[in-house]
Nanobody, 124 residues
Framework: QVQLVESGGGLVQAGDSLRLSCAAS????????MGWFRQAPGKEREFVAA????????YYANSVKGRFTISRDNARDTVYLQMNSLEPEDTAVYYC?????????????????WGQGTQVTVSS
């Protein structure tokens, strides 16, 4: 079992930056693929970014490529999402997700474990 706790959300203005953190516990963090997803009001949850457990390859949705950066610190069992040049369209609840990296699945999903989410609101 893996427990995930997100933090770092908040209310910012367009053009600002935020860094989300996701602290993991319960299993060997370094062997897990980690991802970030978001869900805006009235919309389905969508993939944002992910990092593979081996080689630390990163993947991004087209809508955030060049603005967001996912990274992980295996010594701290934490994955980050640095979000720059935020836009009102980025407003959503952001969720951290994890899965066993040995499954070698597509980085957009599925994931087994989910955090409770952190709200990001970007005003224009």
């Amino acid at each position: 079992q893996v427990q995930l706790v997100e933090s770092g959300g908040g209310l910012v203005q367009a053009g600002d930056s935020l860094r989300l953190s996701c602290a993991a516990s319960g299993r060997t963090f370094s062997s897990y693929d980690m991802g970030w997803f978001r869900q805006a009001p009235g919309k389905e949850r969508e993939f944002v970014a992910a990092t593979r457990w081996i080689g630390r390859s990163t993947y991004y949705a087209n809508s955030v490529k060049g603005r967001f950066t996912i990274s992980r610190d295996n010594a701290r069992d934490t994955v980050y999402l640095q979000m720059n040049s935020l836009e009102p369209e980025d407003t959503a609840v952001y969720y951290c997700a994890a899965r066993n990296g040995a499954l070698a699945l597509a980085m957009t999903g599925p994931y087994n474990y989910w955090g409770q989410g952190t709200q990001v609101t970007v005003s224009s």
